[in-house]
């Protein structure tokens, strides 16, 4: 439209022109309002996903680098501000930031580069080839955690495409070592570059998914974990010739210690969080079930419901203090009965369990001076508070995309780099847009990982959709 001739001069062609580029311009500034081509932008993460599971990136030995060369320049392409922060030769963590007004607090999208190995022959294809088929992302990653990394991802781009007005930086940190306990990665991070997070409100990372039960869509958000202690156990006894068996040997010392391990109960204990989330599941479960998990301290003391309960490896696991023999060795040799043995205990408690407690309880089932324990605790972890505006982001967004759906607040059984959050008094909480259905989770650490096309292009909307209302609403 030309601003110079007289209106008179129009001819009506030229008014329906102006009239018909008014009507386009409404329409493009209501499409500005409204957010990014969400279509587009879903096909744009699942092509980011797909190349982005192609960057192999097992740990051990990590190689973390070779995806932060991958995703950092996706986010200088578009003038974000980024910095790489290395740990190690091959390893290193990226970070980047959009700056807001600074009248709410940084939120910090957190996510983990690694992955955990995959054994390509017990796969039906190549881990790490980026397979899209039967309306599915294959590969190493689909799940824990590329997916979410790429929600992230995609949402910072979008924020900075669409210029939305910030009231908070926003803060991608992809980190390295996640799968081996993190200090080549968020505790390099936090050990080094704490200045980078400062003061940093609140956290959004992996610990749940949504999920289908019964028909219905629950979504997820995961407020706390638990700590994973690494215990090893080591008998000592008289060496000798395999020849001549004896009785007290390091070996059978060690194989009695960890019968008593395996015969030992730990306590149940419903912490409140805990309860909480049962008692949010139980309103869609049939009597008497219903009433169990409502009250589940007292239904816990049932011995059937106790057995029917922790049968399940995720509830028995959310309800006491749980331990793993993963590990042994001996002799190096068949015919000598050696002086040591070892196993080590992949221990998991509670939030708010003291280590040392537990110690002296192992110490007392074992009950054997010649077994000594050592144990090695990362970082101990937290829960993040029931209420938050997060939570409440999460909640508006999950009800105006479905008003029948469920909130629950899981406690994941794993660990993630959010206990360093959650320790240092920032919450962090585990959050992803992806409904798994059917076997969709049973990929998680295991053969043939994937995750839904059209699940990884909702989750890109919704995921904006709640950092949107947690920094510019
Ligand atoms: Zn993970």
Redesign the pocket.
Known sequence: MRPEGPPASRSRAGVRLAASLLVVLVAAVARGAEGPDWAALGREAVGILVDYIKVDTTNPPGNERRAVDFLKPLLDREGIETRVIDSAPGRANLYARLRGDGRRPALVLLN?LDVVPADARFWSVDPFAGVVKDGYVWGRGAL??KSLGVLQLVTLLALKRHGVPLRADVIFLGTAD??AGGNQGIAVVLGQQADLVRGAGVVLS?GAFNFLRNGRVFWAVNLGEKSPVSVTLTATGTPGHGSMPRADSAVNRLIAALSRVMAWETPIKVLPDVQAFYAAMAEFEPSPVRERLGDLATGLQDPAFRQEFTRNLSNNARVRNTISITMLEASNKINVIPATASARLDVRLLPGEDPAAFVEQLKATIADERVQIRIATTVVAGSSPDTHPALEAIRAVARAHDPQAPLVMPMTT?A?DCRYFRQRGTPCYGFTPITLRGRDGEGFHGNDERVAVDQVIEGTRLYYEVVRRLVAD
């Open positions: 983990h824990d955690m996640e799968e992996e794993g993630s």
